[in-house]
């Protein structure tokens, strides 16, 4: 564990960046980008993507109003926000890669591809049948309907969260089976 030499307090950062004082976002920068990329690298296996999650961190650092109010130790704030951004960025490519592979669009003009589209679907069917009864609905709801979240949540009456975590639960199923099904073709 590196020692934190950072010669500023989390007071005197948060005046900093209050005031837009180039010097100590200079130190902020130069402190520790190095070491939020290897976190944010270790995290998102992905070198551009993760220059980048640092990048939007600074970049917010500097022109969030009100500026963060940093309180105990800087450099466990920023590995917080760093983890958090990365965590939210994992989400973010995992409910992509769901959306995706639910998403087949066939050209009408190859028969070989819509009777893909049709053993695609009739599959889907199939393993969204086995889905608990809340889960389907909710899922039928949101992927085959096109509604949105605050639409299912506001027609059942349940919270936005359990329609998020319903819908999770659903493309966790789904997923292997559907991965396991596309990387056979």
Same mark, same amino acid.
């Given at each position: ?94 409910? #992509? /890669? @769901?959306?995706? %592979? ?15 589209? $049709? +053993? ?34 506001? #027609? /059942? @009456?349940?919270? %936005? ?15 292997? $089976? +559907? ?7």
């Amino acid at each position: 564990m590196a020692t934190d030499v950072f010669p500023l307090s989390a007071a005197a950062v948060t005046e900093g960046l209050r005031n837009h004082d180039p010097l100590v976002f200079q130190q902020l920068y130069n402190a520790f980008s190095e070491e939020l990329y290897l976190l944010a690298f270790r995290w998102l296996k992905d070198s551009g993507l993760s220059r980048d999650m640092v990048h939007n961190l600074f970049v917010r650092l500097w022109t969030q109003e009100p500026p963060p109010d940093i309180h105990g130790n800087v450099r466990h704030y920023l590995f917080r926000s760093i983890t958090n951004a990365c965590l939210n960025e994992l989400k973010r490519q995992q409910r #992509q /890669l @769901g959306d995706d %592979l639910l998403q087949f669009h066939a050209d009408p003009d190859s028969h070989f591809e819509t009777a893909d589209y $049709i +053993l695609l679907q009739q599959e889907l069917l199939r393993h969204i049948r086995n889905l608990p009864p809340r889960c389907r609905e909710i899922f039928i709801l949101s992927r085959i309907q096109g509604m949105e979240p605050a639409e299912i949540a506001s #027609q /059942l @009456g349940i919270s %936005l969260n359990t329609v998020y975590f319903q819908l999770s639960l659903a493309l966790k199923a789904l997923r292997p $089976i +559907l991965l396991s099904k596309k990387n056979k073709a």
